[in-house]
């Protein structure tokens, strides 16, 4: 038997997880945004949020309704502190100097891909998922074995739970053009230094994949 990371989707084990995408760093008026004033916003961000609106965010959409009509499990994780002072975050993010508190309107999933009905959401305060929840004891829980991931930033948090969820003995399909970072040279970079771990997919790949199941 060949061993290989290129294995279609299975829907009954795998799960579709949304990375971050939330109003903290998602929306215009988000805890990592809203205190910039137009010029150093747009210097900064704006072909970050020029690429997520026009192209991003509709992909994602595409891929949440797909997946949703495949039976594959959507779940989401977002920055969010187990309290309201963060005191609970990690080092890194006390040191990063942000906290999204816990309940916060930062902390919510965009409108645009809003979970539906009991679909999960754990919360984290470190940069990998599977570091500061138990999203593997629930991945491992619901039959999972793949693992779809999109979502923000691509070179941090997305890296992150790549590296981790491989690590841990999953099949992860990174879909390259449903993930995002701040400048496109180092979105490139991330997808050419993490496409040893993972099968990168375009959202036509992935529609088409989930179309003809």
Same mark, same amino acid.
């Given at each position: 038997?060949?061993?290989?990371?290129?294995?279609?989707?299975?829907?009954?084990?795998?799960?579709?997880?949304?990375?971050?995408?939330?109003?903290?760093?998602?929306?215009?008026?988000?805890?990592?945004?809203?205190?910039?004033?137009?010029?150093?916003?747009?210097?900064?961000?704006?072909?970050?949020?020029?690429?997520?609106?026009?192209?991003?965010?509709?992909?994602?959409?595409?891929?949440?309704?797909?997946?949703?009509?495949?039976?594959?499990?959507?779940?989401?994780?977002?920055?969010?502190?187990?309290?309201?002072?963060?005191?609970?975050?990690?080092? +890194? !993010?006390?040191?990063?100097?942000?906290? $999204?508190?816990?309940?916060?309107?930062? /902390?919510?999933?965009? %409108? =645009?891909?809003?979970?539906?009905?009991?679909?999960?959401?754990?919360?984290?305060?470190?940069?990998?998922?599977?570091?500061?929840?138990?999203? +593997? !004891?629930?991945?491992?829980?619901?039959? $999972?074995?793949?693992?779809?991931?999109? /979502?923000?930033?691509? %070179? =941090?948090?997305?890296?992150?739970?790549?590296?981790?969820?491989?690590?841990?003995?999953?099949?992860?399909?990174?879909?390259?053009?449903?993930?995002?970072?701040?400048?496109?040279?180092?979105?490139?970079?991330?997808?050419?230094?993490?496409?040893?771990?993972?099968? =990168?997919?375009?959202?036509?790949?992935?529609?088409?994949?989930?179309?003809?199941?």
């Amino acid at each position: 038997m060949t061993l290989t990371r290129n294995v279609p989707l299975v829907p009954e084990q795998s799960a579709l997880l949304f990375i971050d995408v939330q109003n903290f760093a998602a929306h215009r008026e988000g805890g990592e945004f809203k205190d910039l004033d137009a010029a150093e916003f747009t210097s900064k961000y704006g072909w970050f949020f020029d690429e997520l609106d026009a192209r991003v965010i509709p992909n994602m959409q595409a891929i949440q309704t797909a997946s949703r009509a495949a039976g594959i499990e959507v779940m989401y994780t977002t920055i969010e502190s187990l309290t309201l002072d963060g005191r609970d975050r990690s080092l +890194d !993010y006390k040191i990063t100097g942000f906290n $999204v508190p816990k309940g916060s309107w930062d /902390g919510k999933v965009i %409108d =645009q891909i809003a979970p539906r009905g009991d679909e999960i959401v754990l919360p984290k305060s470190s940069s990998s998922v599977f570091v500061s929840t138990h999203i +593997d !004891y629930v991945l491992r829980n619901l039959g $999972v074995k793949q693992l779809v991931l999109c /979502g923000l930033i691509t %070179d =941090q948090c997305v890296e992150s739970a790549i590296r981790d969820a491989c690590d841990l003995g999953y099949l992860v399909t990174q879909v390259v053009d449903a993930c995002l970072t701040y400048t496109p040279e180092r979105h490139e970079n991330s997808l050419s230094t993490i496409k040893g771990y993972c099968r =990168q997919v375009t959202t036509a790949d992935l529609l088409a994949e989930l179309g003809g199941l």
